[in-house]
Each structure stands twice: as structure tokens, then as C-alpha cells.
């Protein structure tokens, strides 16, 4: 958005009041700042918030509609969404467009090649506006609390990480993952403060599709950043294992996951029980 600068202070401060108002009224708080970067008689706005989670998007109408939902009720409002379509050929575009449509802390991005997840991330990133960034993958979602959760931890450090666990779709059940005692291969637990990706040059590699999240993490960690690991109070990322997604998983893997899920389950039950008596 650009002004002139000819308009007088009190006009601009109103205009500004009313879109605050007006955003506010659908998606919680956000901040209007004049940009340092204004080019001859412009005054340039831009809006920040504190949380942007990036969304890669490929082929995923079946799921996509749970993953967004998650986020759009997330208890944490303060965010902007970015999904990046990835050159689906299935209905996952006009999805997106359909929640843009709804809230309008979405942004949908296509990409009309098909170029792999680290470049759909990378393009989230470079357009991302939040003093932290997150990831969730487009088959997966996250509790309601999720992101308030990592944000109240984020005073100070460069990398908050959450809890994910693992679960299918055949149930809700889930096992939580193994604790890692090297960098991981996932980002979607954690969010990362932009400007340490930005000060550090920090991306995605673009000469691989798998495994670009642990040489993602590995990029961070080798700068000696600032990390909490946030303690387990029942607020994860379901990280949700399929046949057919990018890291294949065979049925008899899937079925010794639901196998271990349902144990687990009956464990916290009777924890649970206990407790009540």
C-alpha cells in the first residue's frame, strides 16, 4: 500500500486505525509500519505478524481440508498463512482458493511447475512477513494450541521445537517419536526466527527432495543459534504417515505404527484413569 506523501499525519493515522480495526475484527492483532525503504514521494505500509507458516502444497485434496482447518483455528491468531501449490493437477488449488477466500491471513502461491518442496519452502519464506517461521506439511495437522504453545517460549531464542507425533490415517491414535540426539530430519515441529534465516542466508537446498530438512536444520544448528526444546504438555504435531506421500511408507510399516498408536493409547487411558481415582 502506498500513500502520498502530501497527505496530511492525521488522514494517515486514521487510514491506518481503520484497517487495524478492520483485520482485527477477523484475525486478532497485527501491526502497520511505514517503511525506511520508501521510494521518492511514496510511503510505503507494510504489516507484520508474528507467525508465518508455510504450507508446501502437491496433490493433496484428500487431506488438505483438515490441515488448513487446524491452522485457521489455531488459538494464536497473530499469523499469516502461506501456501504454496506446487503445480497440483488435482483440486488442491481451488481448496486454497476457497479458504483465501474465507480468511485473509491465507496467501496462496502457485507454481506452475511442478519444482519439489525445498523451492515451494523457500518461496514461503522469502514472502514470509512473521518474526518466526513454522512448517506444516499438507496432509498433516497440528492441535489448536500449537503455535501459542512454541510463541511463548520465543523471547530470546533463534529456534523453539515442539513435539510431533506419529500417527496414520486409519485413527486419531498416536505414538510419540523417539527423541533425536543429532539434528533431525523434520522442520515442522519447530518454528525459526526469520530474521536468523535471513541475517544467515538460510534456505532450503534445491538440488534435493528428500531428506532437505535435516541439511535445513544442520544449516541452523552449525551457527550455534538460540534453542529451547518446549517440554511435553499434550500439544503436538500429528506428523500423518500415508502410502503414496513423498517418503512411501509400505502397509505392513503403516499397520506396526497403528499397532504401536493403539498400545499407547490404551496406556494413557489407564494413566488417565488412575489418576481420576
Given at each position: 500500500m502506498t500513500v502520498?506523501?502530501?497527505l496530511?499525519?492525521?488522514t494517515?493515522?486514521?487510514?491506518?486505525?481503520?484497517i487495524q480495526?478492520k483485520?482485527?475484527?477477523?484475525?486478532g492483532s497485527?501491526?502497520v509500519?511505514?517503511?525506511?525503504?520508501?521510494?521518492g514521494e511514496?510511503v510505503?505500509?507494510?504489516?507484520?505478524?508474528?507467525?508465518s507458516?508455510?504450507v508446501?502444497v502437491?496433490n493433496?485434496?484428500?487431506?488438505l481440508?483438515?490441515?488448513?482447518?487446524?491452522?485457521i483455528n489455531q488459538?494464536?491468531?497473530?499469523i499469516?498463512i502461506?501456501?504454496?501449490?506446487d503445480a497440483?493437477?488435482?483440486?488442491?488449488?481451488?481448496?486454497?482458493?476457497k479458504y483465501?477466500?474465507i480468511?485473509n491471513r491465507?496467501?496462496v502461491i502457485?507454481?506452475d511447475?511442478?519444482k519439489?518442496?525445498?523451492i515451494?519452502?523457500?518461496t514461503?519464506i522469502n514472502l514470509a512477513?512473521?518474526?518466526?517461521i513454522g512448517?506444516t506439511?499438507s496432509?498433516?495437522y497440528?492441535d489448536k494450541?500449537f503455535f501459542?504453545?512454541?510463541y511463548?517460549?520465543?523471547?530470546?531464542n533463534?529456534?523453539?521445537e515442539?513435539i510431533f507425533?506419529?500417527s496414520?490415517?486409519?485413527?486419531?491414535?498416536?505414538?510419540?517419536?523417539?527423541?533425536?540426539?543429532?539434528?533431525q530430519g523434520?522442520?515442522?515441529?519447530?518454528?525459526f526466527?526469520r530474521?536468523f534465516?535471513?541475517?544467515?542466508?538460510?534456505?532450503?537446498?534445491?538440488?534435493?527432495?528428500?531428506?532437505?530438512d535435516?541439511l535445513?536444520?544442520?544449516s541452523?544448528?552449525?551457527?550455534?543459534?538460540?534453542?529451547?526444546?518446549?517440554?511435553?504438555v499434550?500439544i503436538y504435531y500429528y506428523y500423518?504417515?500415508?502410502e503414496?506421500?513423498?517418503w512411501?511408507?509400505?502397509?505392513r510399516?503403516?499397520a506396526?505404527?497403528?499397532r504401536?498408536?493403539?498400545?499407547e493409547?490404551?496406556?494413557?487411558?489407564?494413566i488417565?484413569?488412575?489418576?481420576?481415582?
Amino acid at each position: 500500500m502506498t500513500v502520498d506523501k502530501a497527505l496530511d499525519i492525521e488522514t494517515l493515522e486514521k487510514a491506518i486505525f481503520a484497517i487495524q480495526e478492520k483485520i482485527k475484527k477477523y484475525n486478532g492483532s497485527f501491526t502497520v509500519k511505514m517503511s525506511s525503504r520508501a521510494v521518492g514521494e511514496n510511503v510505503v505500509f507494510v504489516y507484520s505478524v508474528k507467525i508465518s507458516i508455510i504450507v508446501p502444497v502437491f496433490n493433496n485434496e484428500k487431506y488438505l481440508d483438515r490441515s488448513i482447518k487446524s491452522l485457521i483455528n489455531q488459538t494464536f491468531k497473530d499469523i499469516e498463512i502461506i501456501c504454496v501449490d506446487d503445480a497440483s493437477t488435482d483440486n488442491s488449488l481451488n481448496i486454497l482458493n476457497k479458504y483465501k477466500m474465507i480468511d485473509n491471513r491465507i496467501k496462496v502461491i502457485h507454481l506452475d511447475i511442478n519444482k519439489g518442496p525445498s523451492i515451494a519452502r523457500n518461496t514461503g519464506i522469502n514472502l514470509a512477513v512473521g518474526n518466526f517461521i513454522g512448517f506444516t506439511d499438507s496432509d498433516d495437522y497440528v492441535d489448536k494450541e500449537f503455535f501459542e504453545n512454541l510463541y511463548k517460549y520465543s523471547e530470546g531464542n533463534d529456534i523453539i521445537e515442539g513435539i510431533f507425533v506419529d500417527s496414520t490415517n486409519n485413527s486419531d491414535n498416536y505414538v510419540h517419536h523417539k527423541k533425536f540426539t543429532s539434528p533431525q530430519g523434520y522442520v515442522y515441529d519447530s518454528i525459526f526466527r526469520r530474521k536468523f534465516l535471513d541475517d544467515n542466508n538460510i534456505r532450503f537446498p534445491t538440488n534435493i527432495r528428500i531428506e532437505e530438512d535435516q541439511l535445513f536444520r544442520i544449516s541452523c544448528y552449525k551457527l550455534n543459534p538460540k534453542i529451547v526444546n518446549t517440554p511435553d504438555v499434550g500439544i503436538y504435531y500429528y506428523y500423518k504417515r500415508r502410502e503414496g506421500s513423498l517418503w512411501k511408507k509400505s502397509k505392513r510399516h503403516l499397520a506396526r505404527i497403528d499397532r504401536r498408536a493403539k498400545i499407547e493409547e490404551k496406556k494413557r487411558r489407564k494413566i488417565k484413569k488412575t489418576e481420576i481415582i
